[in-house]
């Protein structure tokens, strides 16, 4: 249920972001990359330069979860290994005595 409010607020806090940067920026700047120039209006600049921040911040927090997804996985994995290592041990010892 959380997830499904935080995803609604995060497209609200775009569309609120997005409707007041096109609100009255209609000036056409010239806009120069590495490849090519164009020319674009300010908002339109800023709203492109805004969805490819985003986008970029998300990928690179899926990446860090996604190696720290895996790190536990790999923890689990021997804390099971580990587990059953000290019964097996026990049990040995318990048969020894």
């Given at each position: ?7 609604f ?11 007041t ?24 600049l ?52």
């Amino acid at each position: 249920m959380i997830k499904y409010i935080l995803g609604f607020v995060i497209v609200l806090a775009i569309a609120i972001v997005a409707i007041t940067i096109g609100a009255d920026n209609d000036q056409v700047i010239s806009f120069n990359y590495i490849i090519a120039k164009s020319e674009l209006q300010l908002s339109s600049l800023a709203a492109i330069l805004f969805g490819l921040g985003l986008l970029l911040g998300w990928v690179i927090c899926a990446f860090f979860v996604l190696r720290l997804k895996v790190k536990n996985m790999r923890l689990n994995r021997q804390i099971k290994r580990q587990t059953q290592q000290i019964s097996e041990l026990t049990l040995s010892r318990d048969k020894s005595v």
